[in-house]
């Protein structure tokens, strides 16, 4: 099997791409990599990060390009974490993207992303399609902090009781905080 057929198998587990290290851990070396991209058969949107183009296409494709970009330590979280889970009509104008609270990825590439800082407890992220993201729960309350539409909000907590990704009691208890955000936004408006 050659370099770029070793290659084709880690990235296409990961929509297309694969970090320098995830093609250390598969044997291949980082300068057959940079050859690769010399050639033309692999792109590099970022230090460290390289896209296989045939493959890095579709959905989840810009979303797994930031999971690599933090290389592999961020997670999707607020907006984008509720339109990768697909519980509303939301529209990011950023992938919004959470570090460990330590961790500044200074690559290129960041201007595509708003990076959140905070400790992440992996028991508060799932996958959407091998993709790490916060669950809904979580992005849910996350966006209400950061001043999300409220209508997009109740959208994701219907949506997400009815896919599953909330209890009743979580999306009932999300539901009366957006609500009860919605009126105090409608009171300061008002006076």
Known sequence: MNVFDRVLEVAVDNHGYVTVSDAAAAGIDSVALRKLAARGRLERPAHGVY???????GRYASYAEAVAWT?????????SALDLLDLCDVSPPLINITVPRGYAPRRRG?????????????????????IPVVRASDAIRDCLAYGTDTHLLLQACATGLREGHLTTEQAQSLEADVRSRGKALKRTHHD
Do not use: F, K, M, N
């Open 71 to 79: 290389r592999g330590r961020g997670v999707i979280s607020h907006e």
């Open 110 to 130: 960041g201007e595509l992303y708003r990076v959140w800082r905070r400790v992440i407890d992996p028991a508060t992220v799932v996958h959407a399609d091998g």
């Open 51 to 57: 896209r296989v183009p045939v493959l890095a296409s």
